[in-house]
């Protein structure tokens, strides 16, 4: 056998490798694992389906939440080059869903970071028709999204793009007190964007802490609903 | 070669007649036409289309709803397109709150000509009125505040919901007559809704 047709063999052996390899769901030339950082993760409710609370509104009509899915799971991403699996990449997520005996609904999803330099970890978070996305390490809102109506950061390796796009807020009040209750680590969201699409039951301001799950929300039209 | 095509030939008749006997038999429908909601049962929902109806929450606040109410024909296949098909009425009033609060659906339909089925759903909550023709209901007399309301049907709820887990809490009771319609919605924590005159309608 002569020195060309041993490197000839090795590539082929090396081809065919790749690419029974790249059959495999979960094979790849590289396999990368994105976590969630145990900050982050606080932001859950700490506890299991089944779980339960009451939050009032400001004409005495209650309404009861409870937990109707938690999961915590990974999902499976691939990257091809000329048909060879490069890449495989395992994600971590948390996702919470609650719903109210008067069907409302609200989620918080937790996703982790997939490149440190440009993105942080994210907190989607719904109430009814009113999502937003923050990221953890940008510090802002970067989607808001109100029923059909949307506003999406254009986020680049450069940056932002047009960081004036979103004017809603999420801040970290040090304390907030409901019906007794001190709450110390929690955010406050406040909408301010599609002001146009807004109606007596658009959502503009989100209490929510950590551990615990919702704390308040405002409606448009002035109703208030607290926890009890 | 030749056995090539005899094989090919032999598969092809194979074919034919599994496409032959995969064929249903002929149909033997029938499209059976139930008789219209009589007008003494459309009657017992004193609701209209356009109409503003209203109920006062335990704690003092008047929630107004938008009533739209449509009769149309629905039909019925029990058989795949293969059998028997119905054709009945169905009456379906909705009331849409001015408030945060899910809609009050209620469907009268008449699928059989023994009977009449009427059915009010409410946050999870569902209520189920049957009338047949030579029986009549037991109704009470009711009060609520200073009202008096006669020919009541008071009623324990079902639950339609279908989540794995059920909230806790739930539409208890309802109180409805033909006069008013709704009287009093009770949950199990004892908050109510009952009947009132709208201020503004």
Redesign the interface.
Do not use: R
């Given at each position: 056998m002569t020195f060309a047709t041993k490197i000839n063999s090795s590539i082929l052996l090396i081809f065919l490798v790749v690419l029974f390899s790249s059959c495999a769901e979960d094979q790849a030339l590289k396999k990368v694992n994105y976590h969630l950082s145990d900050t982050i993760s606080q932001w859950l409710v700490s506890d299991s389906v089944f779980m339960r609370f009451e939050m009032t509104d400001n004409n005495g009509i209650n309404r009861e939440y409870f937990m109707h899915a938690n999961e915590h799971d990974e999902t499976l991403g691939s990257s091809y080059f000329m048909g060879i699996k490069t890449q495989v990449s395992f994600t971590e997520y948390y996702f919470q869903r609650f719903r109210s005996n008067y069907s409302d609904e609200f989620s918080i999803s937790l996703y982790p970071s997939y490149n440190d330099d440009v993105y942080g970890e994210q907190i989607h978070f719904s109430l009814n028709d009113l999502s937003f996305h923050y990221d953890n390490h940008l510090n802002i809102i970067t989607n808001i999204y109100m029923g059909s109506h949307y506003l999406n950061l254009r986020i680049t390796s450069e940056g932002v793009e047009d960081d004036s796009l979103i004017s809603s807020s999420l801040c970290f009040p040090g304390s907030f007190s409901i019906n007794g209750k001190e709450y110390s680590k929690l955010f406050h969201f406040k909408l301010n964007d599609l002001k146009e699409y807004w109606d007596d039951y658009t959502i503009t301001d989100i209490y929510y802490a950590q551990g615990v799950g919702l704390l308040r929300y405002d409606m448009n039209n002035g109703l208030i609903f607290t926890r009890k | 070669m030749k056995r090539l095509i005899l094989f090919f030939r032999i598969l092809l008749v194979f074919a034919l007649s599994f496409l032959f006997f995969a064929c249903p038999p002929k149909c033997n429908n029938q499209l059976i036409v139930i008789s219209p909601i009589p007008d003494s049962i459309l009657n017992l929902v004193p609701y209209a289309d356009g109409q503003k109806v209203c109920l006062r929450?335990?704690?003092?606040?008047q929630i107004v709803f938008n009533c739209s109410r449509n009769t149309h024909t629905e039909f019925v296949d029990f058989d795949h397109g293969c059998g028997n098909a119905i054709e009945f009425e169905v009456n379906r009033t909705i009331l849409t709150p001015?408030y945060?609060?899910?809609e009050i659906n209620l469907s009268i339909q008449k699928i059989d000509e023994e009977y009449i089925d009427m059915n009010l759903w409410f946050?999870?909550g569902n209520f189920n009125f049957i009338f047949y023709e030579n029986k009549v209901d037991t109704l009470i007399e009711y009060a609520i505040g200073d009202h008096n309301y006669s020919n009541v049907w008071a009623m324990k709820s079902d639950y339609y919901n279908s989540?794995?887990?059920?909230?806790?809490?739930?539409v208890d009771s309802l109180y409805f007559n033909a006069e008013f319609g709704i009287l009093r919605i009770k949950m199990n924590?004892g908050?109510t809704y009952d009947y009132d005159v709208c201020y503004k309608n």
């Open positions: - | 929450h335990s704690e003092g606040t001015e945060p609060l899910p946050a999870g989540y794995l887990n059920q909230p806790e809490l739930l924590n908050e």
